[in-house]
């Protein structure tokens, strides 16, 4: 079930940076399309800021590997071990999974002064 949620997780976030570049060149060519910029900005960096968040918080005290020899770790047992491969594999998911979800979050709310706004004229 996890292995679903990741790859769901990175079919987002994947969508989510090809959206911001799409978005960026339509209001850079043709002036239109802010709302969908901001959004898919904003779920690109909520998303990185609250996985870094989590990966902070859930990181074990004594926990010495760097982020990409955790992603490394977390699929490698043979090299690093079940136990460190197992820990790796829960900090990434966390990272993964809830940073996904606040890149979420946070697009959804970056909508919301647009509403307001337009109602408002």
């Known amino acids: 079930m996890v292995q679903l949620i990741l790859i769901g997780c990175f079919l987002l976030i994947a969508f989510g940076l090809i959206e911001s570049a799409v978005s960026l060149v339509r209001f850079l060519?043709?002036?239109t399309g802010l709302r969908k910029l901001v959004a898919a900005t904003s779920f690109?960096?909520?998303?990185?800021?609250?996985?870094?968040i989590v990966w902070r918080v859930a990181m074990p005290d004594d926990w010495t590997l760097t982020f990409w020899t955790t992603i490394k770790a977390s699929v490698d047992s043979a090299t690093y071990g079940h136990t460190t491969e197992h820990a790796a594999e829960v900090l990434a998911s966390k990272a993964i999974i809830l940073g996904t979800?606040?890149?979420?979050?946070?697009?959804?709310?970056?909508?919301?002064?647009?509403r307001r706004a337009k109602e408002r004229h």
């Open 44 to 52: 690109c960096v909520g998303g990185l800021v609250v996985g870094w």
């Open 101 to 114: 979800g606040g890149g979420l979050l946070t697009a959804v709310l970056s909508l919301f002064p647009f």
């Open 29 to 31: 060519r043709f002036g």
